[in-house]
């Protein structure tokens, strides 16, 4: 029995859930839902149908995990509660401080209605939230560091695009070497933001901008880029679609604690990413979380759920014996 | 409530526990059990007891979680179906190929005496086991490569020590950096044993020993060192004791796999650890599974779990408010 997949939202993420559902033999893509007109929109999988998400409804029995590829902003804290309604849901909500209010929404609606909602699927949240949670159970006595890049950030990219006289631009987050390094020895330093990362910048000026003053505004903005030593590169277009077009991303989570009647051991935990499509591994996560909502749901459970509660056994599909047997 | 923890073996590993209980708040060592006569072994935690093994089922309703610090080859075979129709248990068994024979047989008296044991606990098998999991789950299309080092193999170091002539010995198992290198850069390579780790010995000869003949002896040794480039340093006994007494240890977990339609986008995921104690590291991580079992068996569940088998929050002393507030 395959599990039935259906993917609300066909852009970078909703792309990268239908390439991972084709790498995933148990797994089949029934339909795409979009806000779309469906007949402007071309997908991948031959045998699967573009609907339009008015009718989601219509495929209560005929799927057994959808998945929300929308917007952290404004779509998922709408779309998650609404559709654990009819489906088992996953989606990728990533606004770290507003977790507890989405959980609290999406498991009232999913008892309710005896579905399986899992919520911040991906890799941050998700893959390093584990690695976080593993580490403190582990050495209760330590210290955590998260470091992210180097990669695309869609945020800052898109905050450099709203500058009057940027055409186009790139921005990539990069993690400063040496401070990585001292976490690694087991120094616990304390690390300032400027001192975790830096920020790299390709921007395309509109004809006639002024280059000095918008690096000055970039360099200046608040929250963005204040706080980060940033460097600007004027390019042309070409360049920036010859070079910066990719999604890459990844990063690292260290941490470092000590063991002992003494405390005199010292540890280092570390995990690390290197992604060539941020959007696809995050896609590669959700499949794997989709296939542990659809096992939980068929055993009668229901509510909401993140990655800290659900054991990796329901991830794979390997059986319990074979999964001792071959990676144990 | 805490916690009530009992060892059983106080080597390095029954006092790596002990470290490790004082650690979490939420722990409490009540007794070690040992073979040796009590009046002989002392310990450092004041309100614990001694006590012979042979007593240990006197302790049925005083212990939540019984830790298993015997051997792989003979003890825990042994002990853990025997222990766990009196406890919860856990034990580090660490024997890759023997493990589903030692699941079956825990599982049947774990489930008729209604008790929960976590068996191959530690970090390979363990953390390490969980991370091959997590990455197959996600990357089903890659490869996988598990390293170890630079640390100190007991059973290494034991074999130089049964080599004639030999008075004390530590053996170094080293991963070689190029090949972590090629794995890391995506070239998927195939690494034979002698590419991918080294050894390096630092042995103390008995007066009158022959050192060239050792010397030969140790590098053709079959399965322990004939296969590896070897490297053997005749030191003094002081030297030893000097420089190389500690236990440190280590190992990378790496998968290489490719997402995208077409395959077209790399990723890698790694983790490691560098460890300046492995007994207390493998201990700490006991502790963390004893928490698990305890809540498990609370829960009214029962028989033989892996890592595999258990959600992380189980892990943490933090509630899962805390863990969504804080960690994800």
């Not at 404004?74 to 990533?94: A, E, G, H, M, R």
């Not at 989709?290 to 509510?303: D, I, K, M, P, V």
């Amino acid at each position: 029995m395959k599990t039935r997949i259906g993917i609300l939202g066909y852009g970078n993420l909703g792309r990268g859930v239908e390439c991972a559902v084709r790498q995933n033999e148990d797994m089949e893509l029934i339909a795409v839902f979009t806000r779309r007109n469906p007949a402007d929109v071309s997908i991948l999988t031959e045998c699967a149908q573009v609907c339009s998400v008015d009718t989601v409804a219509d495929w209560k029995d005929k799927l057994d995990v959808l998945i929300l590829c929308g917007g952290s902003a404004t779509d998922l804290p709408q779309q998650t509660p609404k559709y654990v309604k009819y489906f088992n849901v996953i989606d990728s909500f990533d606004t770290h401080a507003r977790i507890p209010e989405h959980f609290a929404n999406v498991d009232a609606a999913a008892k309710e209605h005896g579905h399986i909602g899992i919520i911040s699927v991906g890799w941050d949240p998700g893959m390093f939230s584990l690695n976080r949670l593993y580490a403190n159970a582990i050495l209760p006595d330590g210290k955590d560091y998260t470091f992210w890049g180097k990669g695309v950030s869609q945020g800052h990219s898109d905050a450099l695009r709203r500058i009057e006289g940027v055409k186009n631009a790139k921005q990539y987050t990069i993690p400063i070497d040496s401070a990585l390094e001292a976490v690694r020895a087991g120094s616990n330093p304390e690390l300032s933001t400027r001192e975790k990362h830096t920020r790299e910048c390709f921007v395309v000026l509109e004809d006639g901008a002024d280059a000095a003053k918008i690096e000055q505004e970039i360099k200046t903005m608040p929250n963005y880029f204040a706080d980060y030593d940033t460097t600007v590169h004027f390019i042309s277009e070409e360049e920036l679609l010859a070079n910066h077009s990719g999604i890459p991303h990844g990063g690292f989570v260290l941490r470092s604690g000590v063991t002992g009647w003494n405390k005199e051991n010292k540890h280092l935990i570390e995990y690390s990413l290197k992604l060539d499509s941020n959007p696809e591994f995050t896609s590669s996560v959700l499949i794997a979380y989709a296939r542990a909502a659809h096992r939980l749901a068929e055993e009668g459970q229901s509510g909401c759920k993140t990655v800290f509660d659900i054991a990796p056994a329901y991830l794979s599909a390997k059986s319990g014996e074979e999964l001792r047997a071959s990676l144990l």
